[in-house]
């Protein structure tokens, strides 16, 4: 059973533009959640976590939770070039007796074209 | 700014061979973790580490592999036969608390 997933894109968006990336989980008694950046070749890149319902900004960021939608999101406003790259969603399924591990989407791939 | 570090970045091996991989995590992060990715496919959760002993493994963490912290500042991934399917993309990453968790530049392992 999959327990996190992402759209696969490829999305492809404006410079300038809002882009959205959306991930649902399966493992509802999951408490933190995370949004990596992955150039390709590259490792992934810690940009954005959020452990409550809501939205978290930061800078040209934003994370939304919805716990009881299973639901986390996030946006990138005035994408640039330089934005362009897979985006993981991770998920830490705690609920297990305390797992320390995060669980990945398999990344949605964003391009922003000039 | 602190980083994971990982040596070597890319590992040639033939089957059957062992192999370590090796990572400094960030100096004052409890956690440490390996996971790995196959060509085209998601990251996955090898092993985490705290406390000098194994917190949690995946099923893909059979008695191949092992982890091991050997002194106060490398931890270490061996394979002992390494099969054609450990070809991946290894990543070590190391978190302060068990929660936001940073990733290194990973070491490529070739399996021939």
């Known amino acids: 059973q999959k327990e996190v997933e992402q759209n696969s894109g490829p999305l492809s968006v404006p410079e300038g533009a809002i882009a959205s990336l959306n991930c649902t989980y399966s493992?509802?008694?999951?408490?933190?959640f995370f949004w990596y950046r992955q150039y390709s070749g590259k490792s992934p890149e810690l940009i954005m976590s959020?452990?409550?319902?809501g939205d978290k900004e930061d800078g040209r960021f934003t994370a939304q939770l919805n716990k009881a939608s299973q639901y986390v999101s996030l946006l990138i406003r005035d994408s640039q070039p330089s934005d362009s790259a897979t985006y993981l969603c991770?998920?830490?399924?705690?609920?297990?007796?305390?797992?320390?591990?995060?669980?990945f989407g398999k990344g949605t791939k964003l391009t922003v074209n000039p | 700014e602190p980083e994971v570090t990982q040596t070597p970045s890319h590992q040639v091996t033939q089957m059957g061979q062992e192999v370590i991989l090796r990572c400094v995590p960030i100096?004052?992060?409890?956690?440490f973790y390996w996971y790995r990715q196959i060509l085209g496919q998601k990251v996955e959760f090898l092993v985490s580490?705290?406390?000098?002993?194994?917190?949690?493994k995946s099923e893909i963490f059979d008695d191949q592999f092992s982890v091991e912290r050997p002194d106060g500042s490398n931890f270490t991934l061996k394979i002992r036969s390494t099969k054609l399917e450990d070809s991946a993309m290894y990543f070590c990453?190391?978190?302060?608390?068990?929660?936001?968790?940073?990733f290194g530049p990973g070491t490529r392992l070739t399996v021939t």
């Open positions: 493992d509802r008694g999951s408490q933190s």
């Open positions: 990453a190391s978190s302060r608390y068990s929660y936001e968790q940073y």
């Open positions: 959020i452990y409550s319902n």
């Open positions: 580490f705290y406390n000098n002993e194994i917190s949690e």
């Open positions: 100096s004052n992060h409890l956690y």
């Open positions: 991770a998920v830490n399924p705690k609920s297990r007796g305390g797992s320390e591990k995060l669980v």
